[in-house]
């Protein structure tokens, strides 16, 4: 494996580099990205945002060309990734459509459903949501009790989803609904407009942030067969593969380093960064951060050379928990005054995405099971 950027990866970047410093308003930390990409003023952004992105090519560059990318590749891809989050991802939920749901449309979709959904995430119209947890199923999704019920030339659509991140104000929601049978073998995949009749939307106010979570309420939402996606009862499998690219989409190692970089400046401002206790523990943060960032890497060089997913990606998103905690440690004892609303806008940013880390996109300890059962080989406890 050879870790260095290519030119192009260098060129790469330094063309979204430049089209960032230029197009982020300069409060962007202390209002726009203060509350995360779900916050109002950022999705409102993202709008004329996202299209300038698509004009310079810089959205789907990863995605084959067939579907108005560039063959450009997971490096390219895990670049963008990188240098958006670590900026409070300024695309808002455009990420979502670009990392994962646009690849599932590509690999399970109709030919219809390719032309119909994928070309509105690459020129940046259309903002996404996710709607598989509900309250008795998180962990345990399979537990789902949202139906689809044939009828006629398509679906109705009953029951209710949770911590929906952005459904607030998101255009396409992609669902999990049961259709038949119970257990993994009922999971559909939906594909549906959030303002569909019949859906109602409650948002619920959180310690991380008062805009990202929502309840989704779906009372006889009729959607036409063409919203399925895949066969009856092939969501478990593309709900798995996709999952894949979900733990690892953002690249929460790079926010932390920046952010690791930004507290070392507080702290000898404060004249604190001369107690070697505390170099030292920023020292021990910067150990987790990078050692995230390579076995991220490690995941993107098997998706590079096409290799099936696999238990890479349980080890490399653990590892970028232990890294947000880490760096958020730091700042929550050492410049805590720094991250109530009148501190400073990146480190409260990043403190409070570290809160959700270990929960959001599967839980820590489930990796841990993962990692224990599908790397390590270890066999079940009684
Ligand atoms: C910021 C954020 C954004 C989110 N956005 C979305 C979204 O957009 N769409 C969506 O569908 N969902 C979303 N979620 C929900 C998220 O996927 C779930 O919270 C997560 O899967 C855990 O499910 P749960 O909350 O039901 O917790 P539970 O499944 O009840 O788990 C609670 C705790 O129990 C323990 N636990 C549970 N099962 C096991 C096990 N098998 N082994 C060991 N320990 C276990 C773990 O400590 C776990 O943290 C979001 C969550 C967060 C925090």
Same mark, same amino acid.
């Given at each position: 494996?050879?870790? @260095?950027?290519?030119? *192009?990866?260098?060129?790469?970047?330094?063309?979204?580099?430049?089209?960032?410093?230029?197009?982020?308003?300069?409060?962007?930390?202390?209002?726009?990205? &203060?509350?995360?990409?779900?916050?109002?003023?950022?999705?409102?952004?993202?709008?004329?945002?996202?299209?300038?992105?698509?004009?310079?090519?810089?959205?789907?560059?990863?995605?084959?060309?067939?579907?108005?990318?560039?063959?450009?590749?997971?490096?390219?891809? !895990?670049?963008?990734?990188?240098? /958006?989050?670590?900026?409070?991802?300024?695309?808002?939920?455009?990420?979502?459509?670009?990392?994962?749901?646009?690849?599932?449309?590509?690999?399970?979709?109709?030919?219809?459903?390719?032309?119909?959904?994928?070309?509105?995430?690459?020129?940046?119209?259309?903002?996404?949501?996710?709607?598989?947890?509900?309250?008795?199923? @998180?962990?345990?999704?399979?537990? /789902?009790?949202?139906?689809?019920?044939?009828?006629?030339?398509?679906?109705?659509?009953?029951?209710?989803?949770?911590?929906?991140? &952005?459904?607030?104000?998101?255009?396409? /929601?992609?669902?999990?609904?049961?259709?038949?049978?119970?257990?993994?073998?009922?999971? *559909?995949?939906?594909?549906?407009?959030?303002?569909?009749?019949?859906?109602?939307?409650?948002? !619920?106010?959180?310690?991380?942030?008062?805009?990202?979570?929502?309840?989704?309420?779906?009372?006889?939402?009729?959607?036409?067969?063409?919203?399925?996606?895949?066969?009856?009862?092939?969501?478990?499998?593309?709900?798995?593969?996709?999952? %894949?690219?979900?733990?690892?989409?953002?690249?929460?190692?790079?926010?932390?380093?920046?952010?690791?970089? %930004?507290?070392?400046?507080?702290?000898?401002?404060?004249?604190l960064f001369d107690?070697?206790?505390?170099?030292?523990?920023?020292?021990?943060?910067l150990a987790e951060?990078?050692?995230?960032?390579?076995?991220?890497?490690?995941?993107?060089?098997?998706?590079?050379?096409?290799?099936?997913?696999?238990?890479?990606?349980?080890?490399?998103? &653990?590892?970028?928990?232990?890294?947000?905690?880490?760096?958020?440690?730091?700042?929550?004892?050492?410049l805590p005054d720094?991250?109530?609303?009148?501190?400073?806008?990146?480190?409260?940013?990043?403190?409070?995405?570290?809160?959700?880390?270990?929960?959001?996109?599967?839980?820590?300890?489930?990796?841990?099971?993962?990692?224990?059962?599908?790397?390590?080989?270890?066999?079940?406890?009684?």
């Open positions: 494996m050879d870790f @260095g950027w290519t030119t *192009s990866d260098d060129a790469y970047r330094a063309e979204l580099v430049s089209f960032l410093t230029q197009e982020l308003p300069n409060n962007w930390w202390d209002s726009f990205a &203060y509350d995360g990409p779900s916050g109002p003023e950022l999705m409102n952004n993202a709008g004329s945002f996202n299209r300038k992105l698509a004009q310079k090519d810089l959205i789907v560059r990863h995605w084959p060309q067939a579907y108005g990318g560039q063959d450009a590749g997971a490096w390219k891809q !895990i670049i963008v990734s990188e240098e /958006m989050w670590s900026r409070g991802e300024p695309r808002s939920s455009l990420y979502l459509g670009a990392n994962w749901a646009g690849p599932a449309i590509m690999k399970f979709g109709t030919e219809a459903q390719k032309h119909r959904f994928l070309r509105p995430i690459a020129d940046g119209e259309v903002l996404w949501c996710q709607g598989f947890s509900e309250p008795e199923a @998180g962990t345990d999704l399979a537990n /789902m009790k949202t139906r689809a019920e044939p009828d006629g030339d398509g679906y109705v659509i009953n029951g209710s989803k949770v911590w929906t991140s &952005y459904a607030a104000r998101a255009d396409t /929601m992609f669902l999990l609904a049961r259709v038949g049978a119970t257990g993994k073998g009922g999971v *559909s995949c939906f594909i549906l407009p959030v303002d569909a009749a019949g859906i109602t939307v409650r948002p !619920i106010p959180a310690i991380h942030s008062p805009h990202d979570f929502n309840e989704v309420f779906f009372t006889d939402v009729r959607v036409p067969a063409d919203a399925r996606l895949g066969e009856e009862g092939q969501g478990w499998d593309i709900v798995t593969t996709i999952l %894949h690219y979900e733990r690892i989409g953002a690249a929460r190692y790079e926010f932390s380093r920046r952010t690791l970089d %930004h507290i070392v400046t507080h702290l000898k401002a404060r004249g107690d070697p206790a505390i170099r030292g523990e920023c020292s021990k943060a951060v990078e050692a995230a960032r390579l076995l991220t890497y490690v995941v993107i060089d098997g998706r590079a050379k096409n290799l099936p997913p696999s238990a890479d990606t349980y080890v490399a998103r &653990y590892s970028m928990i232990q890294a947000d905690h880490a760096v958020a440690n730091l700042s929550s004892t050492y720094l991250l109530t609303h009148d501190g400073d806008g990146m480190l409260r940013a990043h403190f409070t995405a570290a809160i959700t880390a270990g929960i959001a996109a599967g839980a820590a300890e489930v990796q841990l099971n993962m990692i224990s059962g599908r790397y390590l080989g270890l066999p079940h406890g009684a």
